[in-house]
């Protein structure tokens, strides 16, 4: 079992005081907090080994490279990959969509269809929007019902031999919903043959993932919302798939031979890391990989869900207060929450004078919002240095700033 306190420990801005009160920091759907041990390897390494990575024959630069490249298989083995090179680092989540919707969109024929859901984030929207007007392709969007969960046989009325893609979140950045991704990707592949990508932005920072279990093409994976620092993503991708695709950044590292008239590409993973990459970063990523496999992602998993489960309660219990979370059993310590009459904005600057940090707007989940009628939500993510107490101050905090809201 967790023990917060013990971890709470090893990230310094904890000791922070905000506002004359303790940190009471729930907003890690944005951005997860930094232990120690990342933030001690980034800087052993500016201090001890810098030098770019795979152009050097000296030992320095042979150093950064090996710890670069040791990440890839860390991360290989933390979603349990088939191959180190299907891993290729972005800079974050939102790059990967980008760089998989301008590789696979240009190989598609006018009219094919690309499938999101209504509750997607905008790096899982946008990017496609983009690729489906250069190209004109088709977008459309999977139902998500009352209970804030996917309509599985909304999805299945719209899979047809023109599906390509069908993208989807793992964990929902405001319902906390967990759609069985196993099943879809399944009914998927029986009805199209689409490629089944996955935002896993939320999902891998809390649950264990296992790609080769779930079946899926690709997974798009965020390094800050795992406690890695910012600037650094990776997208998991099969190498075969990898492999019949194209480049979309040009530049060095990337290539094989270089001609003025024209070029070849270096092998995966290289082909689609062009120019310098953030590989301090990078190692930094890997210390995060480290922290959460010595927990194990298990205990990860079982914090999140009882510390969900604790907060749900306490939050339903407050009279007048909207939460849009998943109805089902499973889902994510994901909290959007509404006041009638109060905007988000005044309420999240109330609870900071309580030392408690939540984000307020749509949180990139605009349509969303906009289909349930909200402008704007605040929103309470748990990870794993909050605890139940965490959720008290919360509770307690949207308490008094209702009555003074009225
Ligand atoms: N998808 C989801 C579900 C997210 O919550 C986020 C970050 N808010 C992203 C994608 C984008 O991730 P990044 O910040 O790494 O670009």
């Known amino acids: 079992m967790i023990k917060v306190s013990d971890i ?30 990342v933030i001690d390897v980034m800087s052993d390494v500016y201090k001890n080994n810098n030098a770019n990575v795979h152009r050097g024959t000296y030992v320095l630069s042979s150093e950064t490279t090996g710890k670069y490249e040791d990440v890839r298989t860390k991360f290989q083995k933390f979603i349990n990959a088939y191959d180190s090179d299907e891993i290729i680092f972005t800079k974050g989540c939102t790059e990967g969509f980008n760089l998989l919707s301008n590789s696979i969109c240009k190989n598609l024929n006018q009219g094919d269809e690309i499938i999101l859901s209504e509750i997607e984030h905008h790096a899982n929207i946008i990017p496609w929007q983009m690729a489906a007007e250069k190209y004109n392709l088709n977008i459309k969007f999977i139902n998500v019902d009352e209970s ?28 906390g919903m967990l759609p069985d991704i196993k099943e879809i990707v ?36 965020s390094g800050h919302k795992m406690l890695g620092p910012t600037g650094i993503g990776v997208v998991w991708g099969r190498k075969e798939l990898w492999d019949s695709m194209d480049p979309v950044y040009g530049g060095g590292d990337m290539i094989e031979e270089v001609y003025y008239d024209k070029a070849t590409w270096a092998p995966v993973p290289h082909k689609f890391e062009a120019g310098t990459p953030p590989f301090v970063e990078a190692i930094g990523l890997g210390a995060a990989v480290d922290y959460l496999t010595n927990i194990s992602m298990n205990e990860v998993q079982q914090h999140s869900d009882s510390l969900r489960e604790y ?3 306490k939050l339903e219990n407050i009279d007048g207060l909207n939460i849009i979370h998943s109805l089902s059993k499973n889902a994510g ?28 707007g749509h949180h990139c989940v605009q349509p969303f919002h906009r289909k349930l009628n909200l402008d704007a939500t605040f929103r309470a993510t748990g990870y794993i240095y909050n605890d139940e107490e965490d959720f008290d101050i919360l509770a307690n905090a949207i308490e008094d700033s209702m009555k003074m809201l009225k």
């Open 186 to 221: 399944t009914i998927v592949k029986s009805k199209s043959d689409a490629l089944f990508i996955l935002d896993g932005a939320q999902l891998v920072p809390h649950r264990s993932v296992d790609v080769q279990d779930l079946g899926i093409d690709f997974l798009c994976v």
């Open 333 to 360: 310590c994901t909290f959007a929450m509404s006041i009638e009459g109060a905007h988000a904005t005044d309420v999240s600057l109330m609870l900071d004078t309580y030392g408690v940090a939540v984000r307020a």
């Open 311 to 313: 907060a749900k309660n």
């Open 148 to 175: 804030f969960n996917l309509d599985i046989d909304h999805l299945k009325s719209l899979l047809s031999s023109k599906t390509k893609i069908v993208s989807i979140v793992g964990e929902s950045n405001i319902s």
């Open 8 to 37: 709470k420990k090893d990230f310094p801005i904890f000791e922070r005081q905000i506002n004359g009160n303790k940190l009471t920091y729930l907003d890690s759907g944005a951005t997860s907090q930094k232990p120690n041990q």
